[in-house]
């Protein structure tokens, strides 16, 4: 009888392939993050800071295409926070600046970036 209900028993984690156990986890870690990011993103609709929207274009994964850093400039420099519209603004310049740069090592780059992403993080709600 214990073999019947064995048999219909799901495999343990131990008995998958890698790749099927390496994706188990992965939506298992994944699932409550956009819960999190979906419950998160409801929160209120006051309209917000120019600033903190632009916040998203250079801390994001993807790359912001040169045509955008006008656009995105002017986000940051109507932004109601001081540091942040100072911090935005500077990081825009700088990346318009390397664009043609040479012989630079990118540390200046790591710092402007490390200064936004502390302005952003400071106002974010």
């Not at 790359?63 to 400039?73: E, F, S, W």
């Not at 935005?88 to 200046?108: E, I």
């Amino acid at each position: 009888m214990s073999d019947r209900l064995a048999a219909h028993r799901p495999p343990t984690l131990r008995n998958l392939s890698t790749r099927t156990r390496r994706s188990a986890i992965g939506a298992a870690a994944l699932v409550p993050a956009l819960l999190i990011g979906a419950l998160g993103s409801t929160a209120s609709a006051a309209p917000q800071d120019s600033g903190l929207v632009a916040c998203a274009y250079p801390l994001a994964t993807h790359d912001v295409p040169a045509a955008a850093y006008p656009k995105l400039r002017a986000e940051f420099a109507g932004s109601r926070f001081a540091d942040l519209r100072t911090a935005g603004t500077a990081y825009v310049d700088l990346a318009v600046a390397l664009r043609t740069a040479r012989g630079t090592d990118g540390y200046q780059t790591v710092w402007f970036y490390q200064r936004l992403s502390a302005a952003c993080a400071k106002h974010e709600l």
